[in-house]
């Protein structure tokens, strides 16, 4: 059994809207612990979380610009 693991989500919706992130996948692409993410989910601070149920899923998007809000510009003054 040959497993793939992405870095991106893929666009694989008949609605054209990307794939929804799980916490693993979200886990792999920050490289951060699982449980970080599951921190994150319960005490705030880390990406929006869409509730899919009792489901915690995470939109691109919503990844992208959280990360756009805490990353350090890197620019020196």
Partial sequence: MTST???TPTMDRPSGRPRLMTPEELAE???VSLHCVYAWSSRGGGP???RVGARLRY???D???WLDR???SGTAG
Avoid: I, S
């Fill in 5 to 7: 693991t992405t870095n």
């Fill in 29 to 31: 692409y920050l490289g």
């Fill in 48 to 50: 929006k979380v869409v």
């Fill in 59 to 61: 939109r691109p998007a």
């Fill in 63 to 65: 990844v992208e610009q």
């Fill in 70 to 72: 805490v990353t350090d």
